[in-house]
């Protein structure tokens, strides 16, 4: 899987939105753009997945730049349960172990 | 909802002790996946099952047997725990396996 880069911590204010980005300048054209996080002690949650069109969930919204180079989590109202790490991961729909391969994730943390 | 269920959330052992982690989910999904969690090195893939009685490796096997009799519960064993085998494991499950992934909320495990 195609390697992926995002900051390594960010922070927010509750009830606001947050955009967290990710880059992945080496995406080939198989390759979806999935979003997990994981919570303090637990294991990790799905959140969205798209492959060029930006896509909406009861939980975030994924918006795909153009070139599929970059992509970005929106999370509309930040909620002190959504402090978390969130991983940005590439899946080449053609592999056949179906491992998730997390990298170092963004550490979220939001402010009361 | 989806649900994936570990048997335990923490677990101290001896030094080569057997040591059984059992996973249960209710999805009815085809694809069962253990992996291990440690700081710095994210999630590493032990062995994963595509079907009832099948089993494939994954990235570190060493180590670890599994067993999937029943299509809902897929269970790791550890022949004989060692110090290096102290972690956090992670039992994951997905309709296909190019589908997102459903983790149960992880096993601690200490060999001491």
């Known amino acids: 899987d195609a390697k992926t880069t995002q900051p390594n911590s960010m922070e927010s204010n509750e009830e606001e939105p947050v955009h967290l980005p990710c880059n992945h300048s080496?995406?080939?054209?198989?390759?979806?753009i999935h979003w997990y996080r994981q919570l303090p002690s637990q294991g990790p949650e799905y959140v969205i997945h798209g492959l060029t069109s930006n896509v909406n969930n009861r939980m975030a919204s994924l918006a795909i730049a153009e070139d599929r180079k970059s992509s970005t989590l929106i999370l509309h109202r930040a909620t002190l349960r959504d402090a978390a790490v969130y991983y940005c991961i590439l899946r080449d729909l053609r592999g056949s172990q179906g491992n998730l391969i997390f990298g170092k994730g963004t550490k979220l943390s939001v402010k009361p | 909802d989806v649900k994936v269920t570990q048997s335990s959330r923490y677990l101290v052992k001896r030094t080569g002790e057997k040591v059984f982690l059992e996973c249960v989910q209710d999805?009815?999904?085809?694809?069962m996946f253990w992996y291990r969690q440690d700081p710095g090195l994210g999630l590493r893939l032990i062995y994963f099952?595509?079907?009832?009685?099948?089993?494939e490796k994954g990235d570190i096997p060493e180590g670890y047997s599994v067993s999937r009799e029943k299509k809902e519960r897929f269970s790791l064993i550890l022949e004989s725990a060692s110090t290096n085998q102290t972690s956090m494991y992670l039992c994951?499950?997905?309709?296909?396996?190019?589908?997102?992934?459903?983790f149960g909320p992880g096993t601690r495990l200490t060999v001491t």
């Open positions: 994951a499950s997905s309709f296909s396996l190019v589908y997102e992934q459903y």
């Open positions: 099952s595509y079907d009832v009685k099948m089993k």
């Open positions: 999805m009815d999904h085809e694809n």
């Open positions: 080496t995406i080939s054209g198989t390759d979806y």
